[in-house]
């Protein structure tokens, strides 16, 4: 089975300065791996996912993540983060064959950016 | 385009009342599943479908039931409810395949007193 871990439940930070949000995943087979965005009172939104090819992915907003597999990680970062950022990222992993579209979350990660 | 629709938004039932939280995707995704996201916890999967007629069990199935009657629709109930029941619920669709997108409806909180 997999697990995913989230060990920051929340994250301060000031307008304007970097942030990174830890995620680290458990797996005895080849996963794929998510960030999902949740903004108050809405469903979660792909950030962005990493599938094969270059370990680091970008987001259109400003975001990126990389895979390193040899500490299981996709720890997501931000240089410069705004009062817009401000909601729960959920890292998430499905396997590569035999699991569906199945995503095993994490337990969340609420980032609180202040002015 | 409307994308997942979830009704109702907010409900409060009594223990031991039945109800269904409807599910609807106009993007003709063959993958459809319900989640529960409890603080701490994250979402976890309660039942998913993988086209009409088939459904399996999630993580956390007990005390729901699901059909998948058509393409576009995947009602969840909830035949005796309790106060354990008490989250926000999401349904979620994709096409299948386990590196495609997932997408969420805006979710439905239930209460159960």
């Known amino acids: 089975a997999q697990s995913v871990t989230q060990l920051d439940s929340q994250v301060p930070v000031f307008e304007e300065a970097p942030v990174e949000l830890r995620c680290n995943y458990s797996?005895?087979?080849?996963?794929?791996l998510f960030w999902y965005v949740q903004y108050p009172n809405q469903g979660l939104q792909l950030l962005l996912k990493?599938?094969?090819?270059?370990?680091l992915v970008e987001s259109i907003n400003g975001f990126e993540a990389e895979f390193n597999k040899s500490q299981t990680s996709f720890h997501l970062r931000k240089p410069s983060v705004h009062i817009s950022d401000t909601a729960e990222y959920f890292c998430?992993?499905?396997?590569?064959?035999?699991?569906?579209?199945?995503?095993?979350f994490g337990t969340g990660t609420q980032l609180k950016v202040e002015l | 385009n409307a994308g997942v629709t979830q009704t109702p938004k907010f409900q409060v039932l009594k223990t031991g009342q039945s109800m269904t939280l409807q599910c609807a995707q106009d993007?003709?995704?063959?993958?459809m599943s319900w989640y529960r996201q409890d603080p701490g916890m994250g979402l976890r999967l309660i039942h998913y479908?993988?086209?009409?007629?088939?459904?399996d069990q999630g993580e956390v199935p007990n005390g729901y039931n699901v059909s998948r009657s058509t393409t576009e629709d995947f009602p969840l109930r909830l035949l005796s409810a309790a106060p354990s029941q008490t989250s926000v619920y999401f349904c979620?669709?994709?096409?299948?395949?386990?590196?495609?997108?997932?997408?969420f409806g805006e979710g439905s909180w239930l209460t159960v007193v």
């Open positions: 979620a669709s994709g096409l299948i395949g386990s590196g495609n997108t997932i997408y």
């Open positions: 797996s005895s087979v080849s996963v794929y």
């Open positions: 990493y599938l094969s090819g270059s370990t």
């Open positions: 998430a992993v499905s396997i590569l064959t035999g699991g569906g579209n199945k995503l095993t």
């Open positions: 993007m003709n995704h063959e993958y």
């Open positions: 479908s993988v086209g009409a007629g088939i459904t």
